[in-house]
Structure formats: C-alpha cells, structure tokens
C-alpha cells in the first residue's frame, strides 16, 4: 500500500511498486494520475471502456483510438488478436486495462470483455486497474500482485439522490 500526499501523483512514486509478470492489480485512488502515467509509456498498451479517457490520454502525435498507437477502447483489442504476425512484439509489454471494474460488472459487452480476457497471454504483464475493484472480484484470474495507493484529497466524493415530480 502506497499513500500520496495531496500534491503527489502515481509517477511520483511509480519506483515504489513492481509490475511482474502476470496480472497485477492495481487499485488506485481517483486522481492519482494512473490513466496519465501508463499512457505516457511506451512498453505498455493502455485499453479503456470511454472515449474520453482515450481522448485525454492521446500520446502526442498518435491516432486518436489507434491501439498500435498505444492508448485505444477495449473494441480495438481485437486488432491485436489478428495481427497474428505481430505477436512477438508484445511479450516485452505491459497491457493495461483502465476501469476494469468494466470487465466483471458490464455484462452487456461480454463480447468484448472476451476479447479483452483473450489477448493477456500476449503480453509480459498485464495491469487490471481501477478505484473501485478488488482481488476476490476475479474467481477467474491468478491475480499475483496487487498494489493500493491512496492519496489525501481535499474532498469527499458523495452520492446523492435527488427524486423530482415526474420521476
């Protein structure tokens, strides 16, 4: 377990925990800058559920959504699964998966989260990273590593809810 000041973000202490290889768990707090950090490197392909998360995580001078390009959707994973002459270059990096709390609750792109599960033997290390997952959450994987990080935040994230005439 990691904690960061206020002022403290993931690449600030990225030194201070190990991706093996296998999947890894990595729970991080919001706004530790986990999307940021991991897109910025390029032994790793970040996949995402939103557009916006790929939009702000764009490499410079990359395609927009192009995984080969190093930050796309989940859908484009598939690209990787055909690109069968390809394979080789993968053993050497980290797939990480953002908001992969995705995989287990959005049962309505299973299809997807298939493909998702079915490209992790092609690479070295795989990073299963959210704020709200846990280790038990996947029966299915051998989970050898996982990583909490915390930061202090000058807020409180509350949920309310608010009924109106109507609803």
């Known amino acids: 377990?990691?904690?960061?000041?206020?002022?403290?973000?993931?690449?600030?202490?990225?030194?201070?925990?190990?991706?093996?290889?296998?999947?890894?768990?990595?729970?991080?707090?919001?706004?530790?800058?986990?999307?940021?950090?991991?897109?910025?490197?390029?032994?790793?392909?970040?996949?995402?559920?939103?557009?916006?998360?790929?939009?702000?995580?764009?490499?410079?001078g990359a395609e927009f959504n192009n995984i080969h390009d190093g930050v796309s959707t989940y859908h484009q994973i598939e690209k990787i699964l055909n690109d069968t002459d390809n394979h080789d270059k993968y053993k050497n990096m980290i797939l990480v998966i953002d908001e992969a709390h995705g995989l287990y609750l959005d049962s309505y792109r299973d299809?997807?989260?298939?493909?998702?599960?079915?490209?992790?033997?092609?690479?070295?290390?795989?990073?299963?990273?959210?704020?709200?997952?846990?280790?038990?959450?996947?029966?299915?994987?051998?989970?050898?590593?996982?990583?909490r990080v915390r930061k202090v935040q000058p807020f409180e994230k509350v949920l309310t809810r608010i009924q109106c005439e109507g609803d």
């Open 111 to 147: 299809n997807v989260n298939q493909l998702v599960h079915k490209c992790f033997g092609l690479f070295k290390s795989v990073v299963l990273m959210s704020g709200t997952i846990r280790r038990e959450y996947f029966c299915n994987l051998d989970v050898i590593n996982t990583v």
């Open 1 to 60: 377990e990691i904690m960061l000041n206020g002022d403290q973000y993931l690449s600030d202490v990225a030194d201070k925990f190990k991706v093996l290889n296998g999947v890894n768990l990595l729970i991080c707090d919001c706004g530790v800058g986990k999307s940021w950090y991991w897109s910025k490197r390029t032994d790793v392909i970040m996949v995402a559920p939103l557009l916006s998360i790929v939009k702000q995580n764009t490499r410079k």
